[in-house]
């Protein structure tokens, strides 16, 4: 499950990559986490349009978002059985840019437990999109709060190792096909895939994106052997344990 991620590059090469009118200005972003309001492309009008949404989906039926669980990943293989994606999925399938995310791959167990964190980019540190679902949620005192999540599915080989989720990323060429409310189901089912091997790499890095409150570029700073306790070398030779079901992926419902 993704739940953090980075958008570094400047406004005008995403507008130049995902091809909307708007024009936004926002600094680099390095530990974007949940509840946040996260930059997002939908079709709108038969254009594409630049939008801020909070990232966790909150179905229209949900009377109090303080009662639902957080949703920030939807399971590519159930959304269109969910009564909470269904529609979403039909209707408002949408973009989430980003030059950057992070998984953390648990060793060991009790103690001697190590999280390590891991970057995933591009290997020329370009752009990528993941398939997202919004929805707009309005409130009984009649304010409205436009929601997100992406779309996530099996992992490719690179990230097996560490996750076995992943999220769906679109090449460019599939962007109108996925934001195009008319499509066949087919169609963008079709591309709920593992990406292609070759366009992500993998980098270790240190325990700075542990902490929302680190927003810099030492988030991304590779990992530093020289900065471990030795404690923490120990638990490095532990036997991996199962992973826990991941929360956030909507799949209750």
Same mark, same amino acid.
Request: proline residues 11%.
């Given at each position: 499950?993704?739940? *953090?991620?980075?958008?570094?590059?400047?406004?005008?090469?995403?507008?130049?990559?995902?091809?909307?009118?708007?024009?936004?200005?926002?600094?680099?972003?390095?530990?974007?986490?949940?509840?946040?309001?996260?930059?997002?492309?939908?079709?709108?009008?038969?254009? =594409?349009?630049?939008? +801020?949404?909070?990232?966790?989906?909150?179905?229209?039926?949900? &009377?109090?978002?303080?009662?639902?669980?957080?949703?920030?990943?939807?399971?590519?293989?159930? $959304? $269109?059985? &969910?009564?909470?994606?269904?529609?979403?999925?039909? =209707?408002?399938?949408? +973009?989430?840019?980003?030059?950057?995310?992070? #998984?953390?791959?648990?060793?060991?167990?009790? =103690?001697?437990?190590?999280? *390590?964190?891991?970057?995933?980019? *591009?290997?020329?540190?370009?752009? +990528?999109?993941?398939?997202?679902?919004? #929805?707009?949620?309005?409130?009984?005192?009649?304010?409205?709060?436009?929601?997100?999540?992406?779309?996530?599915?099996?992992?490719?080989?690179?990230?097996?190792?560490?996750?076995?989720?992943?999220?769906?990323?679109?090449?460019? *060429?599939?962007?109108?096909?996925?934001?195009?409310?008319?499509?066949?189901?087919?169609?963008?089912?079709?591309?709920?895939?593992?990406?292609?091997?070759? +366009?992500?790499?993998?980098? =270790?890095?240190? /325990?700075?994106?542990?902490?929302?409150?680190?927003?810099?570029?030492?988030?991304?700073?590779?990992?530093?052997?020289?900065?471990?306790?030795?404690?923490?070398?120990? /638990?490095?030779?532990?036997?991996?344990?199962?992973?826990?079901?991941?929360?956030?992926?909507? /799949?209750?419902?």
């Amino acid at each position: 499950m993704c739940g *953090r991620y980075a958008i570094t590059l400047p406004p005008a090469s995403m507008r130049s990559l995902f091809g909307y009118a708007e024009q936004p200005n926002f600094p680099p972003r390095y530990n974007i986490a949940p509840t946040q309001p996260v930059p997002v492309v939908r079709q709108h009008e038969g254009a =594409r349009q630049f939008m +801020l949404m909070r990232w966790g989906f909150i179905p229209g039926w949900v &009377k109090d978002p303080k009662d639902f669980p957080l949703v920030i990943n939807i399971r590519g293989e159930s $959304a $269109a059985t &969910k009564p909470s994606f269904r529609a979403a999925l039909t =209707r408002r399938r949408c +973009l989430m840019p980003v030059d950057g995310f992070y #998984e953390w791959h648990r060793l060991g167990q009790g =103690r001697q437990a190590e999280n *390590r964190a891991y970057l995933f980019r *591009r290997p020329d540190r370009g752009l +990528l999109a993941f398939a997202a679902l919004w #929805e707009t949620w309005h409130s009984p005192d009649g304010s409205e709060i436009d929601t997100v999540a992406l779309v996530n599915g099996p992992a490719n080989g690179l990230m097996a190792a560490i996750h076995d989720r992943c999220p769906v990323i679109l090449d460019p *060429r599939d962007f109108d096909c996925w934001l195009d409310p008319a499509a066949e189901a087919q169609a963008y089912n079709a591309l709920l895939r593992p990406p292609p091997e070759d +366009l992500l790499e993998m980098v =270790r890095i240190g /325990s700075a994106v542990n902490k929302v409150a680190h927003d810099g570029p030492e988030v991304q700073a590779p990992f530093d052997p020289a900065t471990v306790p030795k404690a923490a070398a120990v /638990s490095a030779r532990a036997k991996p344990v199962a992973r826990a079901r991941d929360d956030g992926q909507g /799949s209750l419902f």
